[in-house]
């Protein structure tokens, strides 16, 4: 009676190759003389394998082609390749075939696994669960009940008795080779009509358990294939392997029971811990305030929510410290827009560039050590907020030149709000762009300073000026829509939360740490 393990490896990953490698290792230090083990790999480059005592049979583009249909099913090649060798192999009605995925390692015997495969019974890795009982396998219900599917001679329907085996290890008998036909003519009608990549496992299953018993190795064999312990296997084998691949076989063999695969606790408890914060922290939101003017103003004033004086301005950027927020400039901001970095931080900015934020919110920024970003009006530079005076707003001074480079050199940051705050929407394409480009240029030239970020006057975009944004070479713009920023955020239409005369500490607060500003 012939043992044969049998390995399917191709593909450009490496990982594949070395994991097959290692598998055999540690299979190999079970093997007895008494047995006539077999190792038979199935691969596209043979070359890989040459110093092992194994059978090599190559894939051949053609043939990787022909069992993937073109590359709309890989996971063919797995049944495909299984029946190939089967038939190149001469074997008799006796003979053992353990097919193995590259993933698996053996830390204890697994001669057993051979005792289980018997004429009337298959192996498989694990019974996964009836399709019925589990809800993971609603869609075969969904796509399959009540269709009858003819294959040859006979009907397929699914049934109660339907389950999902895991296939990363098969062990067949000769007598089972028409069961790889039946299933592979079984998952060509699945791949049309069942939107799911197990198909391969399913179809298999469902033919071997119309004539054969069924039965699960698991508890012999050890894998790595879950995405956290893959990251952690691979470097490890590889590593291995690099080191002894050039040692004697039997030395490679004993070695490779050393090599420790299992992650220790604290190290899953790390990677589950370092992998949760990620999640929390990429849908952290980043809160980005808005704010005009920082000035007490008369009761008088119209539109004196746009003010906020310095006192409370001041409290809100204490508030923002003893939480442990860090307040940024738009440029400093970007990477945690991006998603490149994470932590406590808000965004703040200041339309139009009025000549009090220098005066009264400056020193406050510093003193936290915050940065911020002030939007400026390329051709009102020095002048005042122009464009409000129709609607009989009270006009402030904007910062001239020298009062922004002022700014500049206290370490804060600047980014355009066009040259002179129109409503861009009602603008021709040339005169938009021309507001947004020039702006960026004017700004360039006059202090010196890359000018990535962009504010839109009055809040107001759509999608050919959002595209003309970009074109201009703005990474982020910011709008009056409401809401916290996340790293999902588009990062030209971002939303802000306005921060006015009216915003007292307790609404400050809703606004940074809750879903205050959200639905708004
Ligand atoms: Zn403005």
Redesign the pocket.
């Known amino acids: 009676m012939r043992k044969i393990l049998l390995y399917i490896v191709f593909g450009e990953d490496k990982g594949y190759y070395n994991g097959a490698k290692f598998s055999l290792l540690t299979f190999m230090n079970w093997m007895s003389n008494e047995d006539s083990f077999e190792i038979v790999i199935l691969t596209e480059n043979p070359g890989e394998f040459k110093s092992y005592p194994v059978t090599v049979f190559s894939i051949s583009p053609q043939q990787r082609n022909e069992w993937s249909l073109n590359g709309k099913y890989g996971f063919r090649i797995k049944n495909r390749g299984m029946a190939y060798v089967m038939d190149r192999l001469e074997l008799t009605e006796k003979d053992k075939i353990l097919f193995l995925d590259t993933d698996t390692y053996f830390h204890k015997s697994p001669l057993i696994l051979f005792d289980l495969i018997q004429p009337n019974q298959a192996l498989f890795y694990l019974n996964e669960g009836l399709i019925y009982k589990r809800k993971r396998f609603q869609v075969y219900i969904d796509h399959l009940e009540g269709r009858s599917i003819q294959i040859d001679s006979s009907l397929y329907e699914l049934s109660k008795k339907s389950a999902m085996w895991g296939s990363l290890m098969v062990g067949i008998m000769p007598n089972m080779r028409p069961s790889l036909d039946w299933a592979d003519k079984l998952m060509q009608v699945f791949i049309e009509i069942v939107p799911a990549h197990t198909i391969e496992p399913f179809s298999l299953a469902e033919s071997l358990l119309r004539k054969y018993k069924m039965t699960e190795g698991k508890k012999y064999v050890s894998l790595y294939s879950t995405s956290r312990k893959k990251k952690h296997a691979i470097p490890i084998i590889s590593e291995f392997l690099n080191k002894c691949q050039k040692l004697p076989l039997d030395k490679q063999i004993s070695l490779a029971q050393k090599v420790v695969i299992k992650r220790s606790v604290f190290k899953i408890i790390k990677q589950r811990i370092l992998h949760l914060n990620k999640v929390i922290m990429s849908k952290r939101p980043i809160p980005i305030l808005m704010y005009?003017s920082i000035e007490a103003m008369p009761k008088s004033t119209v539109m004196r929510s746009l003010h906020v004086p310095p006192k409370r301005f001041g409290m809100q950027m204490w508030l923002l410290n003893i939480l442990g927020y860090k307040g940024l400039s738009m440029r400093e901001l970007t990477p945690y827009l991006e998603g490149e970095k994470t932590g406590k931080v808000v965004g703040i900015t200041f339309?139009?560039g009025y000549q009090n934020n220098l005066i009264n919110a400056a020193p406050t920024l510093k003193k936290y050590n915050f940065s911020a970003t002030c939007?400026l009006?390329s051709q009102r530079i020095g002048a005042s907020?122009t464009?409000d005076f129709n609607k009989g707003i009270t006009q402030r001074p904007l910062m001239t030149q020298s009062e922004i480079k002022e700014w500049l050199n206290l370490g804060l940051d600047i980014g355009a709000?066009t040259q002179t705050?129109p409503l861009l929407e009602e603008l021709s394409e040339q005169q938009s762009h021309e507001e947004i480009f020039n702006c960026k240029a004017e700004l360039e030239q006059m202090f010196k300073v890359s000018i990535k970020d962009f504010?839109y006057?009055?809040g107001r975009f759509n999608e050919p000026l959002v595209n003309m944004i970009k074109d201009a070479g703005y990474r982020t713009a910011t709008t009056m829509s409401r809401g916290r920023a996340t790293p999902q955020s588009n990062k030209l239409t971002l939303p802000r939360m306005p921060i006015t005369h009216h915003t007292l500490p307790h609404l400050f607060l809703a606004k940074i740490l809750t879903k205050y500003e959200d639905n708004r």
């Open positions: 005009h339309d139009d939007y009006v907020n464009w709000h705050h504010c006057p009055f």
